[in-house]
């Protein structure tokens, strides 16, 4: 009943060992298994990561295939299944978990499929969703609900990295510390606001990051180039610091001072990712502080998708304020400029329907 | 009923800002106060602790009041109350927590005291043990089982490291990593055998204590120098690491190659002290691994102790091969040389009663 | 410096075994011992024990000592404190705990004393605050944040109950389902919205009660006499049922409803006090839903006070409809009349200063 | 490369309602389908519930499909995958998960597929394995680690319920009160003593199980029908009564005398299926006791599995003197006839080869 597939399509993909990313027309869209799923890609968000393959910093060129198309967080229509696909329909509105694991080792077999020691990632080891189709496994399909709007499916996968943040370290009623509002931090201040945390304190070097976290529910916001900041924000929480920090700067000073700050008995999530070795003083800031640190990777399958879903459909979460920008797939390079120029926060790719 | 107190007593201090510990001999008794206990001290252990302020390190010169009583581990019999004491008694044995909080904090009025941010500890902020007499609040105070021996009781406080250590972590049906076997490392072996670890792996530098580790229910050692040691250990571990690592070395490289080693979803707890900030890999180490790290300080009051003492009334903790020494109180020195030597794990010193 | 304290006082007692409490003027002043405190009552809120004590029930009969001076909800001023108090000083706001532990046993020295086998309560066990002084030992007492008012500190006990309840289920992201709002229920409501839960449920005979509990963050209301409301209650949560019962009813029909209701795999908090026997379909209630079940008891002490006193100041909760009801002490019984009538929900006392 | 696959084979069936099973020697070999796989059964378990099945009591006639295969405990080789199976090869040893899920609720898709509403289960909802084949989703495949013997492996399935239970409560360090112990309650005994259980008291009406449980661990062993059991159990237990209660037997009045035992603040776990409602005395039994009450269903999928292999692997369980009798296929009803008996607690079916 659907029309027939093409045999080619636009892509964004990265194909030389240099900086940028390149359009092409030509690609052929991908040829699925039996038991995978073919998804036409409505809209696509731009993450930090895309930016990092585009700027080709040395994280990318150690990790990055080339002739890769990248990006991995979409919304679609499900245009084909594999013979053996029996949960998943066309016509279906999906978005997809990016990490795909082996699905035979522990991790995979214990709902812990996000820290499967052979997981493959959308967009960097195998094609992403910067393109017209995209497929994906059967297992990784996530339908989407009715009720939530087409730019917010496409970043499911953000949301999800922060719902995980917070909702593994617990904020209920817990005064809340989040160093680094980027794309996730801010995510983290709206989703710990409906979450239930206390008091939320915010750092950062952007003021208009700083502006927008506590438009978002954050009741302080400290600038990080001020180093006083760590006393500042024990003073905000009743002279013991912060029960919960979320780390999603991956700056070390950040998440130095972000131990500093921790209550004795905190609990410390780390998402953001240093790029190189980071010195801890490990007995003042885990040990004799009794403190439980948390590394944080992806998101849950499924629970945390559950968790977006429910949250999204309460109503509680304000994303209008991230979602800066929404522009056709072609102009994905503008995208990526705006936000170097620190103009954007969340950039939403649109791909015209055929 | 009791026979009057001396006015002065045996203690060994730290009286001058050099390496050494010095027995006086005409040190004044403790006078307690309203809500303290007076015990006569009759066995007392040497810790770890203990042998860095006799040999005057960079930590006790920072951190040691000149002309304290050291020792923090102890039994011995009450011998005085205060007034306002109501839940001890004149004659009974005992042992004490040598954590003293506050007792107004939230970390003290929830159950953490041992995180109490002003904690005073034992030989260190306030007299300790290494004495004929020592004086601790009622609220330290715990009294000891009959079937306990006298040099078991003494040595609850570094038993309560290792339990406290091994219960956070858990390691029941878990495979386990401890990195250091000194004496607390030890303690942790037999512990975790009996609190039903899987597989346990050690490492350590000394082939004795490797050797005792065997001896006490570890099933594989490896020389810490080995650099290829993590490598066999996750060999031994169906190739994915062990899911518990307990730190208890201090040593930066061990700690990163118990990181290293650490399975994916698994649990680190850092009881081991560097000397100074370690650089760890944080994305590897802990954020990809989604790992979980506990910092460990003290006991849990008085929870660790209840558990001390059921696992001793179990029978199923084998202590005697690591206390190897018992010697008179005036021979510390002779203890605390011959665990520089590596010739003692743990000394228990005897208090002769008056 | 504090003028001196009269020999007798007002006070509300059980002095007969039949329905009723009675004032009586002369009742002696507390005296307090070395490690109590004594505490001029400035405001004492009326239980739904108090009254059970009142109507003189089965369980009161068996339970309450005549003589007794009821109540155990209170705020006040310290005007005396004994020779050993260390952390409590005359003049300060307080309210206490009300369960008074043995201090000895294991659950008293794990931060549980409120479950001790040895418990005394207030106004049940002991002298209770219906008066104008009431004496505590000084390790319930607790000092009250001076943005609290008065009247909202006098009601920290029951508020406690509903966070114990609230917080010991984990409602953060998970839908709520809360049978039965009286007082408890109702501060529930408003702290289950406030710590992030989704979809609040509730369930009550009473209209009015439910129309507040709507009013202060209920999603949905269901008389509970509809038998058909568990059907309704899945179909607001995904077909699946909510994610967590608050019992708050003690109605074995409403129990057993509310456990038909709960998701698999989800999580039972029990508060309300069935007055005899509840058969339950364990199989299809608890086990095939693989469902987890707490029993809630008093208040963590002093975990709920520190978070009662954070969400209170978070400015997040609101209690002013659920205290509807000033009146001096003397008229106390108009106060329980208003209960019964099902006029008032919190009945506050106010204690005139002499 | 493997031999053809015959047409038909033995298999044990309920076709007629009424008392009994009945060998059928031309039942079609199942067909599987894309991502189904054929096992050839080498040995079976024979599980109480079949022998309910067999005795067709009143659970049975509501519940299980006239001309069923029965059989859920198993292990054998794979003779034929679907053209979907990627993870599974002919030639395997396998056991396999009974619970087969739904695969697209909320439970499946968050590791609780053992709780889905939709869970059909294997030789009751669908063909089962006392037959020559068996095909199961490959989802449910657990592949047998080659040192564990077969007659271990066609047991994993009860094993499995014994571990999740053991498991969910925690027993490492603590004490544990084990009410029945029938096959399940066997099994539990030894691994609550390899997962570091403190004392192990059980109860039953056999004096052969009581037995039993002591060779394979218990250190008290009651008669279940003393009345005066719980008070000795708190008497063996300091006074409180056991942390832990795994309740395996089903009897209302064991489940009530469990509760009664434990200790304040400790946790039971229920396996046991009462065939009729249970009247609780929950302010005493779950509130005032501020208790934790699991309900366990199958297997954690498949976090139990893993466990079950690793202690197997350990060396520390003792399951030999559970299996009592081996037997062959044909001989089912004369295993069913030595378990109504009292002589045989676990039989395996033993299925000859082609």
Chains 1, 2, 3, 4 share one sequence.
């Not at 990712?273 to 399958?301: H, Q």
């Amino acid at each position: 009943m659907s029309k027939p597939l093409p045999e080619t399509m636009l892509a964004v993909r990265k194909t030389r060992s240099e900086p940028g990313l390149w359009l092409e027309r030509q690609t052929p869209v991908p040829r699925i298994g039996p038991r995978e799923v073919l998804v036409a890609v409505t809209h696509a968000g731009i993450c930090g990561t895309d930016r990092h393959i585009y700027e080709w910093d040395a994280w990318s060129r150690s990790r990055v295939l080339l002739g890769i198309t990248v990006g991995h967080e979409f919304v679609g229509r499900v245009v084909a299944v594999g013979d053996a696909v029996c949960r998943v329909a066309v016509g279906q509105r999906v978005s997809a978990e990016g990490h795909i694991g082996c699905g035979m080792c522990q991790p995979c077999r214990t709902g812990n499929g996000h820290i499967c020691e052979k997981v493959d990632i959308l967009g960097i080891d195998t094609d992403g969703c910067f393109a017209e189709f995209v497929k994906v496994p059967e297992e990784n399909i996530w339908p989407v609900h009715p009720d939530i709007p087409d730019e917010i499916a496409a970043i499911f996968d953000p949301l999800g990295n922060a719902m995980h943040t917070v909702m593994a370290a617990g904020v209920s009623g817990r005064s809340v510390l989040i160093t680094g509002v980027g794309i996730i931090g801010l995510m983290a201040v709206t989703i710990a606001r409906a979450a239930g945390a206390g008091k939320i304190l915010v750092t950062d070097v952007s003021p208009r990051r700083l502006a927008l976290a506590k438009a978002l529910g954050a009741d302080v916001a400290f600038d990080s180039r001020d180093g006083d900041w760590p006393r500042q924000a024990r003073a905000q929480t009743h002279n013991q610091g912060p029960e919960v920090l979320l780390e999603m700067s991956g700056h070390p000073q950040a998440i130095r001072q972000g131990f500093a700050a921790l209550r004795n008995g905190g609990t410390a999530a780390l998402l953001g990712l240093p790029a190189e070795p980071v010195a801890l003083d490990l007995p003042n800031d885990i040990i004799f502080k009794g403190a439980t640190v948390l590394g944080i990777n992806g998101r849950k399958m499924f629970e945390t998708w559950y968790q977006v879903e429910n949250f999204l459909l309460s109503g509680r979460l304000n994303l209008a304020p991230i979602v800066t920008h929404r522009l056709p797939l072609v102009e994905f390079e503008r995208g990526l400029k705006l936000m170097q120029a620190g103009e954007a926060i969340k950039v939403v790719l649109e791909v015209p329907g055929r």
